[in-house]
């Protein structure tokens, strides 16, 4: 049967307050039929949702959530502009909207206070409760309109959330000073002096709408990490067409197109030098300050920044294909994810909110039967209390506001973090796997030492003869002679006469000399005496150098090491995880000796090498059958499978794509040293989401005792409803500040 096709939309929603929402939104989107999945996300106000085209469409999942008393906002087809400008657009238009009618409500709310603490001569109690109901209704029914709108949604689909709970206490505040205003007779029946308390709703619509507003300006800050990488990309490309420069926007720019860069300037696009050399910095994409040399043929990055010399490249990948927007992409994913820790807070969220309408009924119920007079005022007023200080915004704020900020921090250092799940499972590693080639080495051969056998026999001489004869290869040891040839500036001759022989070494002419470069194999089969020289030839392989012995006409007059080096931060990084209490590992299908002699530079001291490259998940597998938690860095096809065995898999950058798609953590740069800022993030991000949850739920289990009144009998304490919903609002506010503060995370380990 074929497979299903599925495709993931992300979308953006309006009206979202709380956690219940958050519960709401999911159920209802995961009943609809075509839905495989679907995550929403309170801090960044969007759900990610995979679904079978052929059985739902997007308009479909848009009506869904309007439905549920939502607001959608889904791109229209043949729309040009950024998602994610579109996005901000959205978000401050809603901030607007929110502003003004904060405002309003303020200014509406100051004559009502006013008339509380100013007895005006002229007017009647009567008067003056007819003029704050005038006052009151616009804050209640227009500035509070958003509660009564998701209340009723909510309604609808037989739930409740956090505007519920201000809706039923605003509306208990002020239908009981409607009551007073027009039928004081009622209260004067039964001996209670009628009061109204317009200014406690409106005290509460204005304390909550300001909180509401402080909460979306501090959630912007969170996704400032994705600000800043679109802010990178520049908005114009210097294209040649037909000889001619032309600047046009970087959006109509084509694959294929060539594009002049001068120093100093943005490199617009990826793609491939073809004319011109110059140093370029990546840090940006990296996170590695030292700007990297680029020559014809070299890869640039779009968003990086130019710095010497002027240079042409064809553009390969163009919008959305781009390296930045393919990061911007995965970190927006990964923000949008949820950890395993929560599930415990949509849980709680689920029973939440009627628990606290339970306990609000109790409270009234109490209050009126056995409180003090006037009994019917006080049993409104903590009812009230209690319904306001419950709001559990902050409890949904706690967890995906953390999240936020430490991914897009991440992504500041190099570290692209794909699942939130890797943030919290980081924290539980016992063992680290290493591979060798590429990850813990640079991947490409490089000349060690030139050994002589011979007196008069320099090792420049050798060398001109190795890489003059090489100058015909291809192969890698020969391309590390050729690459110190270079360096050294050596003059070298053309070969002639060249011959390889696979695996083995190579034959040519050199002048007038015959020249020979190969292992000791080669040499024996071509006639030469190795007498002398297999000592150490073995003694350069021990230290886990390739020996590359060089023969003129019938004598063997050196050796050439050529090793892969190691990485420059390898050995720290190394040393870092270590000192953290975790175990170092190489895995690798290189030979034992030169296995063991990158292990011993590095500082492992466990090294599984001879592993081929279909056997390295299944030593993963033993690991983790010996009750460790294995993370594995890697960079090559051959490391997919055990990454994707591993319970936190990590793909150096500069790899393959397969090991990148497969990594739960992708280090952009190929510095190993971002595993160990990687776990420190984790425990950093993991501590913050605690400390929030704590303080979150800390909050209601203190806060909703002594609104209920339970310090009256004692001391006589009651929680005034305004104080309540001053306090509901700063919870919010202090959770999302507390996870700001991440943003000030700075790695272990700097170069």
Known sequence: MPVAEIEKATIPIEGMSCASCVSR??????????????????????????????????????????????????????????????????????LQALTTRLMVAIGLAIPIFGLNMIEMSTLSVQQEFLLQWLLATPIQFWAGWQFYQSTWAAAKHKTTDMNTLIAMGTTAAYGYSVVATLSPDVFAAAGIAPAVYFDTAAAIIVLIL????????????????????????????????????????????????????????????DGTIEDGASTVDESMLT??????????????????????????????????????????????????????????????????????????ALTFVVWWSFGPEPAMTLALLNLVAVLIIACPCSLGLATPTSI???????????????????????????????????????????????????????????????ASAEKGSEHPLGEAILKTAKERNAKLDDPKDFVATSGLGIRATVGEEVVRVGNLRFLK??????????????????????AMCVAVNK??????????????????????????????????????????????????????????????????????????????????????????????GMAIGTGTDVAMETADVTLIGGDVRGVVTAMALSRATLRNIKQNLFWAFAYNVTLIPIAAGVLYPLWGILLNPIFAAGAMAMSSVSVVSNA??????????TG
């Open 525 to 546: 089969s071509e006639g030469l005496d190795l007498s002398g020289i297999q000592e150490k030839v073995t003694q350069t392989s021990e230290h886990g150098f390739t």
């Open 740 to 749: 700001l503060r991440l943003r000030w995370f700075r790695p272990p380990m």
């Open 210 to 269: 300001f909180g509401r507003r402080l909460e979306a300006r501090a959630k912007g800050k969170t996704s400032e990490a994705i600000t800043k990488l679109i802010g990178l990309q520049p908005k114009q490309a210097r294209v040649v067409r037909k000889g001619e420069e032309h600047d046009i926007p970087i959006e109509t720019v084509r694959v294929g197109d060539v594009v002049l860069v001068r120093p100093g300037e943005k490199i617009p696009l």
């Open 404 to 466: 936020m900020v430490g991914i897009g921090k991440g992504a500041e250092y190099g570290i692209l973090i794909r699942k939130s799940e890797a943030l919290e499972r980081a924290r539980t590693l016992t063992t680290v796997v290493f591979d060798k080639t590429g990850t813990l080495t640079k991947g490409t051969m490089e000349v060690q030492e030139i050994i002589p056998l011979h007196s008069g026999w320099e090792p420049d001489r050798i060398l001109f003869y190795a």
């Open 555 to 648: 004598e063997i007059v050196g050796i050439i090491s050529v090793a892969d080096s190691v990485k420059e931060h390898a050995a720290e990084a190394v040393a870092a995880i270590k000192k953290a209490g975790l175990e170092a590992v190489m895995l690798t299908g290189d030979n034992q000796y030169t296995a063991t002699a990158i292990a011993h530079l590095v500082g492992i001291d466990r090294v599984l090498s001879e592993v081929l490259p279909d056997q390295k998940s299944e030593e993963i597998k033993r690991l983790q059958a010996e009750g460790k938690v294995v993370a594995m860095v890697g960079d090559g096809i051959n490391d997919a499978p055990a990454i994707a065995q591993a319970d936190i």
């Open 25 to 94: 939104l999911e159920g209802g989107l995961r009943e609809r039929s075509g839905v495989t999945s679907a995550s929403v996300n309170f801090a960044t106000e969007q759900a990610v949702v995979e679904f079978m085209p052929r059985q739902v469409s997007l308009q479909d999942l848009a009506t869904t959530i309007t439905e549920l008393g939502y607001t959608p906002h889904i791109a229209l087809e043949g729309t040009d502009q950024n998602p994610l400008a579109r996005e901000r657009e959205t978000r401050e238009a809603a």
């Open 287 to 360: 996170g590695e300050s030292v700007s990297v040399d680029k020559h014809p043929g070299d890869e640039v990055i779009g968003a990086t920044i130019n710095r010497t010399g002027s240079f042409r490249f064809v553009a390969k990948r163009v919008g959305k294909d781009t390296a930045l927007a393919h990061i911007v992409q995965l970190v927006q994913e990964a923000q949008g994810s949820k950890p395993p820790i929560a599930k415990l807070v949509n849980t709680v969220a689920s029973y939440f909110v009627p628990a606290v309408i339970g306990i609000a």
